[in-house]
């Protein structure tokens, strides 16, 4: 349930027009390689009596989506994965009715309508769960990876002449001094601090006494943020990332180990990229 009510991405003005397309081509490949519904049987010209179904389901999708989806998407905000998934589903149920009754003439009695009807009834739902699935599952992922990937770019001017100290606490400590942006991550280990950074192009290394709540006390910036109950990233450094919206492994710098996003802290760091 916590999925389903994440934020979903709108839609592209002009991605309806590709996605009827895509939607056509999926229904007339259906009908003429498969023949289902009886379409085997038929002998007039398959090509032409399935093509007419893939041109309704053009019009249909285009007819939902210009009076009912879009309208709905300003209407709704924040726009959620789960209203994506239904507008999906409801779109596929108004193409299989769409398309139902295009074969109205060719069923023999008035008696037959209701099986056939409940027949295309029971493949549209079945394949238009497993397509929405599928659909919204995939394009949220990539969208996840896109804000991502928003980051790669990021170093934000002001930032670039801003030293930070950490601060050892031990008795013989020594505080360690670098420019915001070099700082990559820290680590917890035990009593001590692991801080990764580059220097002069090479990512380097120390430890030192203190913890991962002090660090964040004294990194008071938005792009220090915990991403796991044992490190603290710098997203401004962050160069890839892996995974899904269940958890990632970050990428920072030119430091060859990644970093992991555990499944606790991946809403905050959503927050941060939209």
Known sequence: ??????????????????DALLFSLIVFLL????????????????FLFTLKFALITFVSFALFALLVFRPLQRRLKPWRIWHQALAILSLTLFIG????????????GRSNLLPVFLLFLYWTLIVGSIVTAIAVGISYTRYL??????????????????WVTFHDTSVRGKDVQMPLNDFLYAEAKKNN???????????????IRSTLSALLAELNYENIIQCHRS??????NITSAQGNSNGYQLKLG??????????TYVPKLRSFVG
């Open 31 to 46: 009908l003429f390689v498969l023949q289902p519904f009886g379409i085997s049987s038929y002998t007039g010209n398959k």
């Open 193 to 207: 601090v692991m801080l990764c950074y580059e220097h002069d192009g090479k990512v380097e290394t120390q430890e």
């Open 145 to 162: 990876h896109r804000r991502l990937e928003l980051l790669l770019d990021k170093k934000p001017e002001q930032q670039q002449h801003l």
């Open 97 to 108: 009715f769409c398309n139902f009754l295009c074969i109205v003439p060719q069923v023999n």
């Open 1 to 18: 349930m916590n999925i389903l009510q994440r934020k979903y991405p709108f839609q592209n003005d002009h991605s309806w027009l590709k």
């Open 254 to 263: 030119h430091c060859p180990h990644h970093v992991p996003v555990s499944r």
């Open 231 to 236: 490190f603290v990233v710098n997203i401004n």
